[in-house]
Each structure stands twice: as structure tokens, then as C-alpha cells.
């Protein structure tokens, strides 16, 4: 049997608009949380794979501290990223392990690009990135006093 695709459809109040947000079936809703969540596991696998790659070449250069604090970074957060995204999807839960996310790929990215290529990513790039961290760590914190 063929499976069918969902529909997206929005659905009309009879008078020819679409009804409003408030209104709407939250399927929709909750396949996109759904696909941004299997999002989120992907990028988990690729920022853990890359943490071991960072680290297998830090471990062959001499004196490499960005690249060493990089791929802790990336391997710690890859773990965090990928046992939230497993979690059935909450908005406060995927919108702090959205931070998590951006906020490991601006930090380590910056740190790599520094040791690698003696040049940031953008001005600001790592600090901006560890504060975005720090924002997805707490919002995790206050997840964990809401239903949403």
C-alpha cells in the first residue's frame, strides 16, 4: 500500500480565509517540530563526528589549544544536542537546543578557523557563540518548570 503525504493544507472558516492561527490543527505544527528535531540529530551526528575528527588532528599538531577546547566543545554538545532532540518535542526544548547548536558551530567554527587558518570567522564570532550557549543552557533550566 502507498503511503500518502501529509497535507498542509489551511483550513478555511467557510468564507474563503484561513482560519486563524489560534484555530488551526496543530498537526502541522507538531510535523514540523518533528522535522526540525530529526534535524537537530543530524546535526548532533556531524558536530560529533567532527569533534573526533578536530580532536584526532589537534592530538597530531604541536600546541593546539583552540583546536583541543574546540573539539571538547563540539563532542560535549553533539551528546547534549543529540539526547534533547531525542526527547518528544516540547517548543522551549527545541528552541534552547537550537541555541545550543548555533551557538557550538559559531564557537568551535571560530576557534578552528583561528588555528587553522590564522583568521576569525567573523569579529566577536567565539563570544557571541558562548553566550548563545549560555542562553540555550538556561532556557534547558527553565524547560524544565513548563509545559511548552
Avoid: K
Amino acid at each position: 500500500m502507498a503511503r500518502r503525504a501529509p497535507r498542509f493544507d489551511l483550513p478555511h472558516s467557510g468564507e474563503g480565509d484561513p482560519l486563524p492561527l489560534a484555530h488551526r490543527q496543530p498537526s502541522c505544527h507538531i510535523s514540523l517540530m518533528l522535522i526540525w528535531s530529526r534535524l537537530l540529530t543530524a546535526i548532533a551526528g556531524l558536530m560529533g563526528a567532527a569533534g573526533i575528527g578536530v580532536s584526532a588532528y589537534a592530538a597530531h599538531m604541536d600546541n593546539a589549544p583552540n583546536l583541543v577546547t574546540a573539539a571538547q566543545f563540539l563532542m560535549i554538545h553533539a551528546a547534549a544536542i543529540a539526547a534533547l532532540s531525542l526527547t518528544p518535542p516540547r517548543g522551549m526544548v527545541l528552541f534552547a537546543t537550537s541555541l545550543l547548536a548555533l551557538g557550538a558551530i559559531l564557537f568551535c567554527g571560530d576557534l578552528c578557523l583561528r588555528a587553522l587558518a590564522s583568521r576569525s570567522l567573523f569579529p566577536m564570532a567565539a563570544p557571541l557563540g558562548g553566550m548563545v550557549m549560555i542562553e540555550g543552557w538556561l532556557f534547558i533550566f527553565v524547560s524544565a518548570f513548563t509545559r511548552r
